[in-house]
């Protein structure tokens, strides 16, 4: 049957304006054209046609038709269309279920199923339960039931796809009775049966009143069958999208090929029993088309040939009429060496459009982190746009507030969790927010860099000396948290109760005044500030879906920022914002209707060109392969590519168009898109080649722009502070720094730069020394002097209990140092029963200090001494600790490693505390490392005696040189011999000057 109330607007020409030309010239009368109705797929589509007939109307006052969306209905609709299907409350159909309490039913069937073996846990059922549903929508869409998956016989399958089966014919019993318990139906569902039902309504009484079906290619079989309904009513239309009426021979391949941007239509035009080239031209503006949107046209026509026919290119240059250089007009392919580049490529021809008067411009992508190199690129000229396609939830403001605060909550507030949390914008607790950041700086500083100081927040809290940070991290933070640690340390909560928490702490976190009949935040005052803008709103939506549907949901609280994260990835927030009046940025499903206002003055960039963007990676069903989709009708895997070349088909006929892609992303090379390689061919085999312009003068542009320029390499660091800026006070451990690195000295002691400790430091090497060291010194300190007791080894040992207590709870501390403290301990004790019968005293951390004379005035030596021994004969021992290596004999003999010196030479002028003068009998490391084979060795690399007199004027040498007014402090004198720390190596730049290119960046 052929029917003239089929039309299609040509691919290249503005969808939107086109369709409401064509409109107002299908009515006779404003009042008819007010008693229209047009449906179309979505709501963004409504809004571009409305937007349309404004601009069309150029300012004169008119009446719309009604404008409603038959595609997204559920997850798009207002209540206008539900109305207009028939759904009030006279309705018969129950009401449908919402997507949360779907997902939430079907993850409940889930978890008692197992799969691989294997039970899925929470956050696994929760997101198998997503795609589940989207399965059963494309079933409804496809009129397939899930009855029909009896019919598949498991002996064709894996055992793996058997178990799926299984699965499914489950889901077959048990979902109708599910739905039947909760009173609900499936939202697709419901929106076919209104759908027939309206169809039924209008094929047995047809309307008196214009109605257009337009944009639908027919997908939904539902839809389908409202589309043959209006194309036979008496003032029904139907004007499909960029159908190419003249392909001729290939119409029949097309309908074989599910990737063609014609296949949907195919099916659509054998549904309706009509012929390509019976499908009418929609009549809409009156402008001259120009000779290149043809042209276009039929280069793409060959571009997208179908596999099974494409020995047709081989016959291009016979081909008649000949395809010639008009179809590259106006076309531009630029490839980018990476997405940096792209970015500025695109911004500056989209700046560049703006030149000239009425031009407007619009960049299309599914990459959106292009999409955000762009804007950014944008603001250089002042320019603010928007990513019409939205972001997701879990990239905005609300979003990553509420996940961080959910993943704090779980980590028990680990001190980077929870400083993620409080440094959040949001995050102000009762008071105002610049104020209550300050606290928090202070917090960090003065408790959780370093080791943590527990776990909790009241250890937090017990670890801060300062009262008045006791107090604001007591009333400002504990108190406004206070609800929901309680509802996560519940036995059983529920998907609910733990929204509610989150939902609640959140509000509280975000006032900036305290509530006057509680002891937290205003919540009030917090709701507005979280909930505001779409993004808030959007969250606002999915929380209280939770708190709704999520009541008999019972699950363990540590899956609860999985399965947040999910649900926030899962929800895409369009801008709120005022719109560019002439830039647009788009995804693929925006740019469908996007409102161009004329051909000649229109500019289209296609970003981001390669594979996985064009066309985009199948989806991944986790419970269907491609025999079984056949087998029960649903369309291929790779359904969406059609889609994505039906949408690259439309939008490269355009005059001028602009194709970008990168060659590598992320320094990874890139595969170019499969259409773009296929038009390569088809220029070739035309002899075209060559004709494509590249972007060269883009390129041009970008380099005026930012010109290369040669970087200059960096250079040691050879600062020479004025001689009264110049440190006149070391410690032992500092003059094998002032040696080895002298700008280290510089910054720490001229500059006065402090290095930050590390946030909830780990387990080291340092904090390994720390506790030795402090076990074994309030040992000696405890057993100064005589003979050791019995239960010397329990001494030591409970000193070691005290010192690891606040660290124990740390698996590696708790398994390993401990284990090797315990084996240091035993040959402690035992050393030390050796010793002491030639000791007369032993003194652990002791400081002492010495003098040295330079040209500028003495300079101040300073030691705190591990172990010092005096033995009955008036000699001084002197023993190091190491946890960790001990210096070599070799850095000793170059004068680099100076500690237990120095520490010697206190000890012979009588330098530390309240003790004699004597001579050094011996300078020694014990090398403590707690290991089964050598839990502890003695070390003495100095080979010679000590000799106070040559270090004493080895130091003051050291001291006159840098007393010299010209002497630098240099970074790294020598690369092999350098400090085992170095802190303060960054600002040197010394992997730029030192090791060039091999530096480890």
């Given at each position: 049957m052929t029917s003239p109330s089929v039309y299609s607007i040509d691919a290249g020409m503005p969808f939107a304006r086109e369709l409401a030309l064509g409109i107002a010239k299908l009515v006779d009368s404003p009042e008819r054209l007010a008693r229209g109705l047009v449906l179309l797929p979505s709501r963004r589509a409504a809004r571009a046609l409305q937007a349309a007939f404004l601009d069309g109307a150029e300012g004169v006052p008119m009446l719309l038709p009604r404008m409603l969306p038959i595609g997204d209905f559920g997850n798009d609709d207002d209540g206008r269309l539900s109305s207009f299907l028939g759904?009030?409350?006279?309705?018969?159909?129950?009401?449908?279920?919402?997507?949360?309490?779907?997902?939430?039913?079907?993850?409940?069937?889930?978890?008692?199923?197992?799969?691989?073996?294997?039970?899925?846990?929470?956050?696994?059922?929760?997101?198998?339960?997503?795609?589940?549903?989207?399965?059963?929508?494309?079933?409804?869409?496809?009129?397939?039931?899930?009855?029909?998956?009896?019919?598949?016989?498991?002996?064709?399958f894996s055992a793996h796809w058997q178990d799926i089966l299984t699965l499914l014919g489950i889901l077959i019993d048990r979902w109708?009775?599910?739905?039947?318990?909760e009173g609900l139906i499936d939202v697709v569902d419901r929106r076919n049966r209104l759908l027939r039902r309206r169809a039924?309504?209008?094929?047995?009484?047809?309307?008196?009143?214009?109605?257009?079906?337009?944009?639908?290619?027919?997908?939904?079989?539902?839809?389908?069958?409202?589309i043959g309904v209006v194309a036979n009513l008496p003032d029904g239309h139907i004007v499909l999208p960029g159908l190419d009426r003249y392909a001729g021979d290939q119409w029949s391949a097309i309908f074989e090929d599910s990737g063609h941007p014609q296949y949907q239509l195919a099916q659509l035009l054998a549904y309706l029993e009509i012929t390509p080239d019976a499908v009418q031209n929609w009549t809409g503006s009156t402008d001259p088309i120009p000779p290149e949107l043809p042209a276009r046209r039929d280069l793409m026509r060959e571009v997208f040939r179908p596999a099974a026919i494409s020995d047709g290119w081989q016959r291009l240059g016979d081909a008649s009429p000949m395809i010639n250089r008009t179809a590259l007009a106006g076309l531009k392919v630029i490839t980018a060496r990476d997405r940096r580049e792209e970015a500025n490529l695109i911004a500056l021809s989209l700046r560049e459009a703006l030149e000239k008067p009425n031009q407007t411009a619009a960049m299309i992508t599914p990459d959106r982190q292009l999409a955000e190199l762009v804007i950014a690129d944008l603001r250089r000229w002042d320019i603010v746009i928007e990513d019409s396609a939205g972001k997701r939830l879990s990239l905005c403001p609300p979003g990553r507030f509420l996940s961080l605060l959910c993943d704090a909550v779980d980590a028990n507030f680990a001190p980077l969790r929870l400083l993620s949390l409080l440094k959040h914008p949001y995050c102000a607790g009762g008071m105002n927010s610049i104020q209550f950041r300050h606290f928090v700086d202070q917090i960090e500083l003065a408790v959780l860099r370093g080791p943590r100081p527990g776990d909790g927040l009241p250890a937090i809290a017990a670890a801060l000396d300062d009262a008045e940070l006791r107090h604001f991290f007591e009333t400002h933070v504990i108190a406004n948290l206070a609800a929901l640690?309680?509802?996560?340390?519940?036995?059983?909560?529920?998907?609910?109760?733990?929204?509610?928490?989150?939902?609640?702490?959140?509000?509280?976190?975000?006032?900036?005044?305290?509530d006057s009949n509680s002891d937290g935040a205003d919540r009030g005052a917090g709701a507005i500030e979280l909930w505001k803008n779409a993004d808030g709103m959007a969250a606002s939506d999915l929380f209280g879906s939770l708190a709704a549907d999520g009541r008999d949901s019972a699950i363990d609280a540590g899956d609860m920022p999985q399965i947040l994260r999910q649900l926030l990835e899962d929800i895409n927030v369009h801008p709120f914002g005022t719109p560019h009046p002439r830039l647009t940025i788009l995804g693929a499903v925006e740019a469908r209707m996007h409102l161009a206002r004329a051909v000649d003055a229109h500019r289209l960039i296609l970003a981001g060109f390669n594979e996985g963007n064009w066309p985009p990676r199948p989806d991944i069903d986790p419970w269907m392969n491609s025999a079984m989709r056949a087998a029960v009708g649903l369309p291929p895997k790779n359904w969406r590519s059609g889609l994505s070349a039906h949408d690259v088909y439309m939008a490269i006929c355009s005059k001028d168009i602009i194709v970008t892609r990168a060659d590598k992303e992320a320094g990874t090379p890139t595969t170019k898109s499969r259409w773009l390689q296929r038009m390569e061919v088809v220029v070739n085999a035309l002899g075209l080649d060559g004709y494509i312009d590249d972007g060269a003068i883009e390129k041009a542009w970008l380099a005026k722009f930012e010109p290369k320029t040669i970087p200059q390499l960096a250079v040691r660091p050879l600062p020479c502070p004025p001689l009264a800026s110049r440190p006149r006070q070391f410690s032992a451990t500092e003059i094998d720094i002032w040696i080895t690195d002298p700008y280290a000295i510089y910054a720490k002691k001229i500059l006065r730069l402090k290095p930050l400790d590390d946030i909830d430091r780990s387990a080291d090497v340092a904090l390994r020394g720390i506790l030795f060291h402090d076990a074994l010194a309030d040992f000696?300190?405890?057993?100064?002097?005589?003979?050791?007791?019995?239960d010397a080894l329990q001494q030591l040992l409970d000193f070691g209990k005290i010192h690891f207590s606040s660290q124990i709870g740390q698996p590696s501390i708790r398994y390993f140092w401990w284990t090797r403290f315990e084996a240091m301990a035993a040959w402690f004790i035992e050393n030390e029963h050796r010793r002491r019968d030639d000791l007369q005293s032993i003194h652990a951390e002791i400081s002492g200090i010495i003098f040295l004379q330079a040209e500028q005035g003495p300079v101040k030596l300073t030691a705190r001494a591990d172990r010092l021994e005096y033995d009955k004969d008036g000699q001084w021992t002197i023993v190091d600790y190491k946890t960790g290596t001990v210096p070599s004999g070799s850095l000793i003999k170059k004068g680099v490693r100076n500690q237990l010196a120095?520490?010697?030479?206190?000890?012979?002028?009588?330098?530390?505390?309240?003790?004699?003068?004597?001579?050094v009998r011996s300078l020694e490391y014990w090398q403590l490392s707690g290991k089964k084979s050598a839990p502890g060795e003695i070390k003495t690399p100095f080979a010679d005696l000590f000799d106070a007199d040559e270090v004493r004027d080895r130091l003051e040498r050291l001291a006159n040189y840098f007393d010299q007014a010209d002497t630098p402090y240099a970074s790294e004198l020598d690369p092999i011999n350098v400090p085992p720390f170095k802190p303060y190596q960054h600002l040197s730049r010394s992997r730029e000057w030192l090791y060039g290119d091999n530096a480890d960046e």
């Open positions: 759904d009030d409350a006279s309705s018969d159909l129950p009401p449908p279920i919402s997507k949360i309490r779907r997902q939430i039913c079907l993850a409940k069937l889930l978890r008692h199923f197992p799969l691989g073996g294997q039970y899925p846990t929470q956050p696994q059922a929760m997101r198998l339960a997503d795609s589940l549903g989207q399965l059963l929508d494309q079933l409804y869409n496809a009129d397939a039931t899930v009855e029909q998956l009896r019919d598949l016989l498991p002996d064709q109708p009775d599910i739905l039947a318990q039924k309504q209008w094929r047995d009484q047809p309307p008196d009143q214009l109605i257009v079906i337009a944009g639908s290619t027919g997908s939904i079989a539902a839809t389908r069958e409202l640690i309680d509802c996560w340390q519940v036995p059983n909560p529920t998907l609910a109760s733990l929204a509610d928490g989150i939902a609640e702490a959140a509000e509280r976190l975000c006032a900036t005044v305290m000696s300190k405890a057993n100064s002097t005589g003979q050791l007791g019995e120095v520490e010697g030479l206190i000890a012979f002028d009588g330098g530390f505390e309240s003790l004699p003068a004597g001579a």
